[in-house]
């Protein structure tokens, strides 16, 4: 009885493997090029990057998903560098193949369609007023018409757990486009991707964070997902001391906007270098 009980799942087994084998060739055999269709926030057009008010200096930078491979520091890996149970994963090796930079690529702050993904940017802050800017004291905000103002991402653990509810959105899309059998990354992939680039993560507005007089630093900002059929939206740093009395307390605050503007965005994946490209796809593509 158990040489036949073994002898089945042997042959289960065997068979699993072989679907397996015969779905992946019919993907890469296949003519049809990927593509993605979705929208994305960038400055608005003549929306000054810099801005300067009271002696202090922001600079800002929406990190794009279509500029993806600008930001190496965020986004790039390689599997030696996480732990074993991800370094040793035959499937996720086979489904991140090395691209630019000779490295694996992933955004683990979108879904794989692109269509809900947390609004990422760069931020730089040069403190050239006579006092301590205590980063803690000041609310930034995503402003959007129609609703409640969102505000900013204020702390890893918070920036961990969407990149686990976004792994889990892919797992989900993942098991509704296989063709037989279902294959899911495993737990904590995506957040392993962040805490290996965890110096880059550093959130411009962690409580924590001080600007002495004469200094800048630079952090990024992140705020939740957008609603997709919002248009006019905008970045705003509220409360930002910029003098004090003698005794330290605020006399004057300031406020800057960032006005963001929605893209339309087309992106193809090009085999050959494993790496999505913006703009409409080829008509013809070779057999890999």
Known sequence: MRNKLKIAFIGFFVLAICLL??????WEGSKTIPTLNFTEYGLEVGQNQVQEKSDLQIDLEVVRLSNLYDYPELFSFRFEDLPDVYAQHSVLKSSYKS??????WEYPFATPDGR???LFCFCKIQNNTKNILRMGDARIYLILEGIN???AISSLKELLNEADWFQAETNIYLKRQSFILSLQLPSGFFRSIVLQNNRSYKLI????TEILPG??????????????YRSDAKISFFDITTKVDAAGNPVEKTQFDFNLQRHQVQMWLDRSTN???VGSPPQVEERY
Request: aromatic share 12%; proline share 13%; with cysteine.
């Open 116 to 118: 809900m993904q947390l």
């Open 21 to 26: 084998g015969f779905s992946c060739s019919l």
């Open 275 to 277: 790496r999505w490209r």
């Open 215 to 228: 200094f800048s630093y630079e952090g990024i900002l992140v705020f939740p997902v957008i609603p997709e």
């Open 99 to 104: 691209g630019p930079l000779g490295k694996s």
């Open 149 to 151: 103002p969102l505000p």
């Open 205 to 208: 507005n962690d409580v924590d």
